[in-house]
């Protein structure tokens, strides 16, 4: 038997997991012992939260921060040879989506490796499901440039795919420079072009709006140092 790779959901703020997520992500974390982590200490508590008869000293976790040297990642599902399941947490979310899990989920399928996702919030699907946009076609490009005049190039360009293509587009901002983005938006796309915000999902805090840029014009939504996702179509 080989050992499997669970993609472990984690939440998007200070919420009970079980409020967010199904009780199968409960029982695969009472059962897995092998985690790889962006955080140990978060991964720790979040473990503690959701499983808190479960022993901290029985836990193996595997570090996948930047510092994380390639040829150490690269032994981390050899567990899995022996029947070992492995679990993959976010910081916050869904596992391997705008997240460095995707290494790993890559090498378990070069390996041979049964990738087992599970179910939990997802705050790139969850903006565009209560955007009113286009769910048929979107595209979810990362960050935007940080320089003011590649910024607003960028801005444009996805602008005009949007257009061309009616297809949503979808970016984010380090919560610290939302309110710089959100100004730069209302100042470098068309009137009528929509923008969708969503911060704090799943919180109590929780903010999503649509509407025209021109609407935007005198709203001023509190984002400093809310993760949010900022979504445009023409």
């Known amino acids: ?120 919030p997802s705050s790139i699907l969850m903006a565009m499901m209560s955007s009113g946009m286009n769910g048929q076609n979107f595209a979810f490009n990362g960050y935007l440039p940080i320089d003011k005049g590649e910024r607003k190039k960028a801005i444009k360009e996805l602008e005009k795919l949007s257009l061309d293509k009616n297809q949503s587009q979808i970016f984010i901002e380090t919560p610290y420079r939302n309110e710089k983005m959100f100004a730069d938006l209302k100042a470098a796309l068309s009137p009528n072009t929509n923008l969708c915000i969503a911060a704090d999902i799943t919180l109590t805090s929780e903010y999503i709006k649509t509407l025209a840029v021109k609407d935007w014009k005198h709203q001023s939504p509190d984002l400093h140092k809310k993760p949010a996702i900022f979504i445009i179509h023409k």
């Open 1 to 120: 038997m080989i050992g499997k790779l669970y993609l472990i959901p984690t939440t998007l703020g200070d919420t009970e997991p079980l409020e967010v997520m199904p009780l199968s992500v409960k029982k695969v974390i009472e059962e897995v012992d092998f985690f790889i982590v962006e955080n140990e200490k978060t991964a720790r508590r979040f473990i503690k939260k959701i499983t808190p008869k479960k022993s901290q000293s029985s836990l193996h976790l595997m570090s996948l921060d930047k510092y994380a040297e390639e040829l150490e990642t690269r032994t981390y599902l050899d567990v899995c040879k022996n029947g070992t399941h492995v679990g993959l947490l976010s910081e916050a979310g869904v596992p391997a989506v705008a997240d460095p899990g995707a290494t790993i989920v890559k090498l378990a399928h070069e390996k041979g490796i049964q990738v087992v996702p599970l179910v939990g």
